[in-house]
């Protein structure tokens, strides 16, 4: 028996439509990157300008003062910083093979290569200042993009309903309110913890004197971003570099994470992240995984905050169809 396949013109238009539209975005990825980080921090950012607006100080303006504040204390911070962390990072580098030898004295394991891969760290001055420069760029691009989302937002609604129209876009700007609500509290209460979590550990690390507290610090603040393993990643060189003191110093550097990680979990994230819902373990873990493999570490990081965009937008579409069904079920209960 035959079988006729009869594929309208429609049909073909739209197919080769969606691959050329997953071809152009395969081909922008790096800009849509830069863009969802631009919304992050505008998601992180509006309600100040808001509360600038409501005391009467224009849009346009509220932003510049807080670009300014927060260009300011980035200054401020980095420069009053950076000689302390050139210090501790030249002395760390300095006495890393002597922490090599003591952590494993009777391994089979030559110090001597240490000091040989950091010898040319000198001969890439020029590649690493090319790539502190392209970082500076993108960062400038990123707060560009931030910028003008931010004077733009009020007539967001407006330009979607000219290109989409009134009922698409109304729809698009009800899961986009949603998910900027969400995202908000998710970038400020990041940004609360990894500071909270930082000035911990430098205290706790400061009063147990262990060496290198500045930089192990920020990066036990940094790592927070990373949910779950975040933790326990920014604890292995602390608790190596006490353990090349002694076993008693590294189990107290085990024990101040401990009380700082149950700090975090039964106080600070209680508090600070009430307003962005988090996801089960297992969810947690999935979108880690499949960010890390996809993109590596901006992968890992971005993960959880793409996942609630998703889930978001999941959310609003079985909503909207699930009403639907509904009401049709309710109009005609005899075809159930």
Not at 120 to 134: D, K
């Amino acid at each position: 028996m035959n079988t006729r396949i009869d594929i309208s013109i429609k049909t073909i238009l739209f197919a080769v439509g969606l691959v050329a539209l997953i071809w152009l975005l395969l081909q922008i990825s790096d800009i849509l990157f830069l863009l969802f980080i631009a919304f992050l921090l505008m998601t992180a950012i509006h309600p100040l300008i808001t509360y600038l607006e409501k005391i009467h100080i224009p849009r346009a303006i509220g932003i510049l003062l807080v670009y300014v504040v927060l260009f300011g204390f980035i200054g401020v911070t980095v420069v009053s910083a950076i000689p302390a962390l050139i210090v501790q990072f030249g002395k760390l580098i300095a006495e890393l093979p002597s922490v090599v030898s003591k952590l494993v004295p009777y391994g089979n394991f030559d110090v001597s290569s240490v000091t040989q891969q950091i010898a040319p760290i000198g001969e890439s001055i020029v590649r690493v200042t090319l790539g502190i420069f392209s970082n500076v760029v993108t960062v400038l691009t990123v707060f560009v993009f931030t910028f003008y989302f931010l004077l733009e937002r009020g007539h967001a609604e407006d330009i979607m309903v000219g290109v989409l129209g009134e009922s698409l876009a109304r729809s698009i700007m009800i899961v986009l309110r949603r998910i900027e609500r969400r995202l908000g509290a998710w970038v400020r209460g990041e940004l609360i913890l990894m500071t909270a979590i930082g000035i911990m550990v430098f205290i706790g690390l400061t009063i147990l004197r262990i060496d290198f507290a500045l930089p192990l610090a920020i990066l036990a603040g940094f790592l927070e971003l990373v949910p779950m393993m975040g933790p326990v990643l920014s604890a292995v060189p602390t608790v190596l570099i006490a353990f090349a003191t002694s076993p008693l110093l590294a189990l107290s550097v085990i024990a101040l994470y401990i009380i700082v990680q149950q700090l975090e979990n039964n106080i600070f994230v209680p508090i600070i992240m009430r307003k962005s819902v988090g996801f089960p373990p297992i969810v947690t873990i999935l979108a880690l995984l499949i960010g890390g493999r996809l993109a590596g570490i901006v992968g890992a990081v971005l993960a959880v905050p793409i996942a609630l965009v998703l889930q978001e937008v999941l959310m609003f579409i079985l909503t909207k169809h699930g009403s639907a069904i509904a009401k049709h079920v309710t109009k005609n209960p005899s075809k159930i």
